[in-house]
């Protein structure tokens, strides 16, 4: 995954969201930036209320390069600030053309800004440093989206990927050097209980639950060759032959065997 967030391109690309006026106010932009630790580099004069909301992003963006420390809290404290707002709701074209070139900047470097204005990276889960709460993030932010299927299948495989990682994680099992996505993906089921032979009983509702749980495995298999046939799983186009509305509905059915999956793992904790 990549660890780059901000660049020259993607600081100004994000101070001309405030071109004009627009944007959040300057007391909100203030908090974000005391928060993240720019404090001394925000040039505003609050009785003089200059400069410009533009002009005062770009300077702290700046420095947020040079220290990039803080960076990640800023750009989030930033887009939350315009989440909040509406900024992302009913654009108009200037908007639509300012919010497309952030967006570009901002895959160059590996990362994805989504039409809501969620921003996150583009490839694997990061399981050592986001744990839980990135596969969280991961599947509230495919369960909200709508937008570029291939991209958003894409990002269901990396799901689908991290979830058995996790789970054996979680249990204090090894994960397997160089782990095979079909037999991580059994060991997790296995030690949760949730593979068709360890449903209980002979009777049509067990065989219905067996066929189910098979069902299960074979949505996140089938995702996982989809993405990775002839190399589709290394970027972010449409494979071949797959429909829009098809894609973004084995997202959502990712999304599902994800939950399951998860929901399987807090019982197993007693959480």
């Given at each position: 995954?990549?660890?780059?967030?901000?660049?020259?391109?993607?600081?100004?690309?994000?101070?001309?969201?405030?071109?004009?006026?627009?944007?959040?106010?300057?007391?909100?932009?203030?908090?974000?930036?005391?928060?993240?630790?720019?404090?001394?580099?925000?040039?505003?004069?609050?009785?003089?209320?200059?400069?410009?909301?533009?002009?005062?992003?770009?300077?702290?963006?700046n420095?947020?390069?040079?220290?990039?420390?803080?960076?990640?809290?800023l750009?989030?404290?930033?887009?939350?600030?315009?989440?909040?707002?509406?900024?992302?709701?009913?654009?108009d074209?200037?908007?639509?053309?300012?919010?497309?070139?952030?967006?570009?900047?901002?895959?160059?470097?590996?990362?994805?800004?989504?039409e809501?204005?969620?921003?996150?990276?583009?490839?694997?889960?990061?399981?050592?440093?986001?744990?839980?709460?990135?596969?969280?993030?991961?599947?509230?932010?495919?369960?909200?989206?709508?937008?570029?299927?291939?991209?958003?299948?894409?990002?269901?495989?990396?799901?689908?990927?991290?979830i058995?990682?996790?789970?054996?994680?979680e249990?204090?099992?090894?994960?397997?050097?160089?782990?095979?996505?079909?037999?991580?993906?059994?060991?997790?089921?296995?030690?949760?209980?949730?593979?068709?032979?360890?449903?209980?009983?002979?009777?049509?509702?067990?065989?219905?639950?067996?066929?189910?749980?098979?069902?299960?495995?074979?949505?996140?298999e089938?995702?996982?060759?989809?993405?990775?046939?002839?190399?589709?799983?290394?970027?972010?186009?449409?494979?071949?032959?797959?429909?829009?509305?098809?894609?973004?509905?084995?997202?959502?059915?990712?999304?599902?065997?994800?939950?399951?999956?998860?929901?399987?793992?807090?019982?197993?904790?007693?959480?």
């Amino acid at each position: 995954m990549s660890t780059v967030l901000l660049s020259a391109d993607v600081a100004a690309a994000l101070s001309r969201l405030y071109l004009g006026g627009a944007g959040s106010t300057h007391t909100v932009i203030g908090r974000t930036i005391v928060s993240s630790g720019y404090k001394h580099d925000d040039p505003f004069d609050p009785q003089t209320r200059t400069p410009s909301k533009e002009e005062r992003l770009h300077t702290v963006l700046n420095a947020a390069l040079r220290r990039p420390e803080g960076a990640r809290k800023l750009m989030d404290g930033l887009l939350n600030g315009l989440r909040t707002m509406g900024y992302f709701e009913d654009l108009d074209a200037e908007q639509v053309d300012r919010v497309n070139r952030l967006r570009r900047a901002l895959k160059r470097d590996g990362w994805n800004l989504d039409e809501e204005g969620y921003l996150a990276a583009i490839g694997a889960i990061d399981l050592s440093t986001g744990g839980r709460a990135a596969l969280d993030e991961q599947l509230g932010r495919l369960r909200r989206a709508t937008g570029d299927p291939g991209q958003l299948l894409g990002s269901a495989n990396d799901l689908l990927e991290a979830i058995p990682k996790f789970v054996l994680q979680e249990l204090d099992l090894d994960v397997p050097a160089n782990p095979d996505f079909g037999h991580t993906w059994y060991l997790a089921r296995d030690r949760l209980g949730v593979l068709p032979e360890q449903v209980v009983g002979d009777s049509s509702g067990s065989s219905h639950l067996k066929s189910v749980l098979g069902s299960v495995w074979k949505i996140a298999e089938q995702i996982h060759f989809l993405r990775g046939k002839e190399g589709a799983g290394h970027g972010r186009t449409l494979p071949t032959g797959v429909p829009a509305e098809m894609a973004l509905l084995m997202v959502r059915e990712a999304c599902s065997v994800s939950e399951f999956v998860l929901d399987a793992l807090d019982r197993n904790r007693g959480r």
